[in-house]
């Protein structure tokens, strides 16, 4: 492992042991080092003194010859076991006495060689001069074995052994003391951010051991612990709070929608909620009661998976027809209305059971238009039917008369699906026929208008009261069979003639029809707001029309307001057309009926409230339709309406 | 060798070493058939004698009255028969002691001796040692004799042979009166006499 990698404990140990050891051996190789110097000094010194006296005492033995002195002399070395060996020359070199007493000839050289000292291997070898006075008389040969040093030497090392291992044991266990003081902080530090990060327990806090560093660093991750903690428990508290807030609202939530769907399922009506692909979403419980099913068999299953046609009736074409209508409503945005079916239903033992029915379907949309769900809606008139035909038998031979009724009832209503399918085909034709049949029914009525006014002029005066009001009557009549016609050649020529398309400035178009409706708004209060709009492509009578309709209808509808207010704007795109809009402070409508506004003769108020032929929004759809673009409405019963269509803006005109 | 065997006579009949003496008287007989080994033995003996007379010049030390100058000579004397031949003037032939240059003198009077400083009394002068010794008192004359014999014991310093090595007795009292400083070292090898009493 390397220092890098240690934990902190044995690394400042490891540190600690290695500066101690290191000391230890410089200085004891230092004091070692100088205490092998001046031993082996003092070592020389001693012996060169001791030659020195041993030389000034042996003087008179040599200068008198007296060789037992010299040996006396020389034996006095025996106090010092270390010498081994002593030879005293005369001054011609020749040996004089020697130490010990029996030493052999070889163990000293021939010849004195010289003066001084020098160390061999294993032995120091002193050569002192003897001189009385300045008379040199011999030489002293001294040699002394090593073994004071080598013992020496031996009883350091011990001693170094000795210290260094007391001195690394002390450093040891000092250290061993001393290092919790930096280990342990940090030591409890790392615990306990690992117990912070492995169990995300910020209540934690690492313990303070003192004052230095280790201490403020401890202090700042305690306060930063802290801090989480609190935001932790403040985030916690919160998801709680937002947790429980979100559990109430969807209990909340839960019980009205079951609220909602009991409501819906104890109606007293015949309902079916289905998906644009005809898949069932709910019914209500007198439906289910009628067709003979239950509710958890059909609920997300295709209809007419569930509903087919009775399979022993090779006439039966309920299925074809619901599918037809419900398609129309689904094309058309509007309800529709069928004609009574016949539509067997199917009992539990597989058995079918012959009913009659009157569905209407009707679309559900939501804000933009988009088609939710088809509510298909029916009565069970099979019973109605069956009266129809006993009644119609007479009571006698009844239930043959009843079959032949019914038998006939249903022929008839199949004649009359099968005109209505030769009347959708031969539509456009009766377009053109309808026109000229309009155009033609004006002759006649402008006769029966004009022959109205010669009698009211040639019996002026002469009329009771009864037969003037008769009169009276046949003149509205034909005035208002005349604003219809009008209206429906209107509404047909929009759908026929063709669009001279143009730059047209819808400003300007308004503007003419402000000026043409002045006669009718004399004596009114109103404001009228045109904002600056692009120019726009479109055949420009046509435009006008729709413009004189929707203007007029806000006029209309305004009418009983103190101070009218009436504005044409601009308000975004939708599918690159720009979407304008007419908005009035006037009656308003539900917008549950909103569906039902551009339909032909579809009104919402009475003809005593407002008069009118119920053509002009329809007669409006159809332009806008045909230039292209989409309308609809919005509005709120006593709070105006607003209605908007789009049109396609002249490229690159900036309003 | 006669003075040989005068000075040996005491611890020799003494019984213990009388085989001892035997093969010696043997071997002197031996010595003194060949004369010229007995030459031969008495020059080398002699030839030791001058270098030691020398040497007492390094272990003693003198007043400073003994020399006038300090270059003047370092004398040894020899009073009487000169046993030494050449061998002393070899030994001393170009030496000095602190400074003196050493000189050798015979005198046939004593009253000629008194201002040398090592004095060598042949054995001739035994007739009239006594005298000689008292001529001598308290001069820094330091006295040399051959042997142990009976009214030289006023002489400072005695060669005595023995076993062929010669031996020192120091009569440490007379040098003393003379105002002479033996050296301790040169009393280490050397035996110390009485001045009165037996030898």
Known sequence: MTLQDMPIRRKLMTIILLISGVVSVLTCGAFFAYDFLTFRESLLAGFTLRGRMIAANSTAALAFENVDDATEVLSALAADPHVTAAGLYDRHGRLFARYPAGLADAALPPRPNGTGFHFDRSHLVVLTPVAQGDQPLGTLYLESDLQAINERFARYGLIVVLVMAVSFAVAYLLSRLLEKQVSQPIRALADTARAVAARRDYSVRAPRHGADELGLLTDAFNQMLEEIQALHADLERRVGERTAELAEANKELQRRRAELQSLFESLPGLYLILTPDHRIVTASDAYLQATLTRRED???????????????????????????????????????????????????????????????????????????????????????????????????????????????????????????????????????????????????????????????????????????????????????????????????????????????????LAGEVRSALAESTTGREITWRFAALPRVRGDASMLRQALANLLGNAVKYSRNCAAAEIELGCDGEEDGRRVFFVRDNGAGFDMRYAHKLFGVFQRLHRADQFEGTGIGLAIVRRIVTRHGGRTWAEGQPGAGATFYFTLTPVPNDAP | MPLLIAARRGPWFSGARRGRCLRLGLLLVMVLATGRAADYDTSREYQLKAVFLYNFGRFVTWPPAAFPAPTSPFIIGVLGQDPFGAALDQAVQGEAIEGHPLAVQRYRRVADARDSHILFISASEAGRIEEVVAALAARPVLTVCDGDRPGWRGVMIHFRTENRRIHLQINLAATKVAGLTVSSKLLRPAEIVAAEGPP
């Open chain 1, 298 to 508: 059909i609920i997300g299953r295709g209809l007419f998976e569930v509903f087919p046609d009775n399979p022993g009736d090779p006439a039966a074409d309920g299925v074809r027809n619901l599918r037809a209508s419900l398609e129309r409503v689904a094309a058309q945005r509007a309800s529709d209305t069928m004609a009574i079916q016949k539509y067997d239903v199917r009992r539990p033992d597989g058995t079918w059971e012959e009913r009659f029915w009157s569905p209407v379907n009707s679309p559900l949309l939501d804000a933009d238009q988009r088609l939710l769900y088809l509510i298909h809606r029916v009565e069970d008139v099979t019973e109605f039917v069956r009266r129809k035909a006993r009644d119609a038998a007479g009571g006698e031979n009844l239930r043959v008369r009843l079959e032949q009724m019914e038998a006939e009832s249903f022929r008839n209503s199949q004649q009359v699906q099968a005109a209505n399918r030769q009347l959708e085909a031969a539509n456009a034709e009766l377009e053109a026929f309808s026109y000229s049949v309009s155009h033609d029914l004006r002759a006649p009525l402008r006769h029966v208008q004009g022959y109205i006014q010669m009698l009211n002029r040639e019996v002026q005066g002469q009329l009771g009261d009864k037969a003037r009001r008769y009169l009276q009557t046949i003149g509205d009549a034909a005035r208002e069979m005349g604003m219809l016609i009008d209206d429906l050649l209107a509404f047909s020529r929009m759908g026929r003639t063709e669009l001279r398309e143009t730059e047209v400035d819808l400003v300007r």
